[in-house]
T-cell receptor, first 112, second 117 residues
Framework: GQQLNQSPQSMFIQEGEDVSMNCTSSSIFNTWLWYKQEPGEGPVLLIALYKAGELTSNGRLTAQFGITRKDSFLNISASIPSDVGIYFCAGRSHGATNKLIFGTGTLLAVQP | KAGVTQTPRYLIKTRGQQVTLSCSPISGHRSVSWYQQTPGQGLQFLFEYFSETQRNKGNFPGRFSGRQFSNSRSEMNVSTLELGDSALYLC????????????????FGPGTRLTVL
């Protein structure tokens, strides 16, 4: 199945550090989304981006929609233990209704 | 407002059997999408239903089917189960189901963990 290239695959950091992850696609998307998934739960939407170049923040999280519409990145500042989880990017093409193509995921571990 | 609910949460079946999973969307949401999550393939889109009609379909064999009822609740069915069908099946609902801006945000349920023996 189709998946977006997401990196890094995993990160093990100390509490208080900043985190950066990115996602690239060979196709153009008109929407980029970032989700977080914790064990036993479904993905929870963190940030939605709808316009090329758009930079959006949600608390300590900041995400950007790449100018080429083929990439996006997510930054987490001053990480805390509850940031632990798997982070997924997802893209949606124009006219694709609600069909999301997900990235391969980034596992984040935060040591107190 | 209650979130997306999925039943059952866990299910164990044997090869060759069939299974039906249920999803109740957030009240007022008309679009329901289904995804399969496995360690090897990640999250893969199965299909989307809107107003009782399948509007989009992923690349899965015909053994995977679904339907949506007039109250927007949805079911997915997998016939002739194979070992490789073991996965977390996630349902997501959204308000209007268009490809524009919010409130088209998709909200996921906790999933049904299916194990095929």
């Amino acid at each position: 199945g189709q998946q977006l290239n997401q990196s890094p695959q995993s990160m093990f950091i100390q509490e208080g550090e900043d985190v950066s992850m990115n996602c690239t696609s060979s196709s153009i998307f008109n929407t980029w989304l970032w989700y977080k998934q914790e064990p036993g739960e479904g993905p929870v939407l963190l940030i939605a981006l709808y316009k090329a170049g758009e930079l959006t923040s949600n608390g300590r999280l900041t995400a950007q929609f790449g100018i080429t519409r083929k990439d996006s990145f997510l930054n987490i500042s001053a990480s805390i233990p509850s940031d632990v989880g798997i982070y997924f990017c997802a893209g949606r093409s124009h006219g694709a209704t609600n069909k999301l193509i997900f990235g391969t995921g980034t596992l984040l571990a935060v040591q107190p | 407002k209650a979130g997306v609910t999925q039943t059952p949460r866990y299910l164990i079946k044997t090869r060759g059997q069939q299974v039906t999973l249920s999803c109740s969307p957030i009240s007022g949401h008309r679009s329901v999408s289904w995804y399969q999550q496995t360690p090897g393939q990640g999250l893969q889109f199965l299909f989307e239903y809107f107003s009782e009609t399948q509007r989009n379909k992923g690349n899965f064999p015909g053994r995977f089917s679904g339907r949506q009822f007039s109250n927007s609740r949805s079911e997915m069915n997998v016939s002739t189960l194979e070992l490789g069908d073991s996965a977390l099946y996630l349902c997501a609902s959204s308000l209007a189901g268009t490809s524009g801006r919010a409130p088209d945000t998709q909200y996921f349920g906790p999933g049904t963990r299916l194990t095929v023996l």
